[in-house]
Nanobody
Framework: QVQLVESGGGLVQAGGSLRLSCAAS????????MGWFRQAPGKERDLVTT????????YYAGSVKGRFTISRDNAKNTVYLQMNSLKPEDTAVYFC?????????????????WGKGTLVTVSS
């Protein structure tokens, strides 16, 4: 079992930045690929970005490429999402996710564990 706890959400103006964190516990963090999903009100949960166990392989959805950066610190059991140039359409609950396949990426990513989410609101 892996427990995931997100933090760092909040209210920000368009063009601003936020950094989300996800702290993991319960199993060896470096055995998992990690990802961030988001769910806007009334919409499906969508994949935003993934990172493999050692950070070499990163995937970004087209809507965030060039604005968001995923990273991880295996010594701290934490994955981060740096979000820059935020837009109102980035408003959503952001969920941290873990995949038992340490090299999972993009379309091959399959979530085994979810966090409870953190709300990001971008005002225009």
């Amino acid at each position: 079992q892996v427990q995931l706890v997100e933090s760092g959400g909040g209210l920000v103006q368009a063009g601003g930045s936020l950094r989300l964190s996800c702290a993991a516990s319960g199993r060896t963090f470096s055995n998992y690929a990690m990802g961030w999903f988001r769910q806007a009100p009334g919409k499906e949960r969508d994949l935003v970005t993934t990172i493999n166990w050692d950070g070499r392989i990163r995937y970004y959805a087209g809507s965030v490429k060039g604005r968001f950066t995923i990273s991880r610190d295996n010594a701290k059991n934490t994955v981060y999402l740096q979000m820059n140039s935020l837009k109102p359409e980035d408003t959503a609950v952001y969920f941290c996710a873990a995949d038992r396949n340490p090299d999972a990426s993009g379309s091959s990513y399959s979530t085994d564990y979810w966090g409870k989410g953190t709300l990001v609101t971008v005002s225009s």
